[in-house]
C-alpha cells in the first residue's frame, strides 16, 4: 500500500500565500496525493459542503428539479440557501438529515405495519 500525504503547493491568490491545503480547507474538501504514484485520490466532501441544484437532485436519487422543489414546499427537502440574487445553494448536511428522517419514516411505517397485520389476523 502507498504512503498517502497530503500535498501541498503555495498558491498566490490576491497577493496573499494560501497552500494548497488551505484553499481546499476553505472549500470543505479534502484532496489526498498518493506520493509513491503522482495520482490525486478522490475528493472528499465536508458536512458543510454547498451543493448546487443539480448535485442535491443527484443526492435525492437523481430526482427532477421540480420534484426537488415540490419537496421543499413540502417540507420534505431543505431550503436553499441563497447565495446571490440568481443563485442556490443547499448544505450537504441538511439533505443528510433530511434523508435520514425519510429512512426513519420508511422504518417505522414498516414497523407499524406489522404490528397492524398481527393484529387484523
Not at 484553499?23 to 454547498?50: C, K, N, Q, V
Not at 443527484?58 to 419537496?71: K, V
Not at 419514516?105 to 405495519?113: H, I
Amino acid at each position: 500500500m502507498a504512503f498517502r500525504r497530503l500535498f501541498c503547493v503555495t498558491f498566490v491568490l490576491t497577493s496573499q500565500k494560501i497552500s494548497e491545503s488551505e484553499l481546499f480547507s476553505r472549500a470543505g474538501i479534502t484532496y489526498l496525493h498518493d506520493s509513491a504514484s503522482g495520482e490525486w485520490s478522490g475528493a472528499m466532501p465536508s458536512d458543510d459542503e454547498l451543493m448546487t441544484r443539480d448535485e442535491t437532485c443527484a443526492f435525492f436519487g437523481h430526482i427532477h428539479y421540480s420534484t426537488l422543489y415540490r419537496g421543499v414546499a413540502a417540507g420534505i427537502y431543505p431550503e436553499p440557501i441563497h447565495i446571490s440574487p440568481n443563485s442556490v445553494r443547499w448544505l450537504r448536511s441538511e439533505c443528510q438529515k433530511a434523508l435520514q428522517a425519510m429512512i426513519r419514516a420508511r422504518d417505522e411505517g414498516r414497523r407499524s405495519r406489522r404490528t397492524t397485520r398481527r393484529a387484523q389476523k
